[in-house]
């Protein structure tokens, strides 16, 4: 069974910085994705920082980069996220996720973690 455990969250000024980490029982297949997404109330799930299980090839939304960085460990199997800058717009809920076969898309994703908050007040 694939678990995805996540530490990590809470609430910041803007400008402020955190990080969030993910325990994952397995690393990501080869050919596969791995990453953080958000989900701000009555907004659909949107992809934030992802990372291939093979050629380590990162991607960003527009909105985030410069300011947040993906990261892993592969040998211990875990994932990071490191928010800096942060912005009120950058608050919701982040989840990560394992193995989807469509970077961006979060539907295609088969395991996701249990979500933390993320609160950036201004």
């Known amino acids: 069974q694939v678990r995805l455990t996540e530490f990590g969250g809470g609430s910041v000024q803007s400008g402020g910085s955190l990080s969030l980490s993910c325990s994952l029982s397995r690393y990501t297949y080869r050919d596969q994705w791995m990453g953080w997404f958000r989900q701000a109330p009555g907004k659909e799930r949107e992809a934030v920082a992802l990372?291939?299980?093979?050629?380590?090839?990162?991607f960003y939304d527009e909105s985030v980069k410069g300011r947040f960085t993906i990261s892993s460990d592969e040998y211990n199997a875990v994932l990071y996220l490191q928010m800096d800058s942060l912005k009120p717009e950058d608050s919701g809920m982040y989840y990560c996720?394992?193995?989807?076969?469509?970077?961006?898309?979060?539907?295609?994703?088969?395991?996701w973690s249990q979500g933390t908050q993320v609160t950036v007040s201004s």
């Open positions: 996720a394992l193995d989807g076969l469509t970077p961006t898309l979060a539907r295609t994703y088969t395991h």
């Open positions: 990372l291939s299980g093979g050629t380590g090839t990162t």
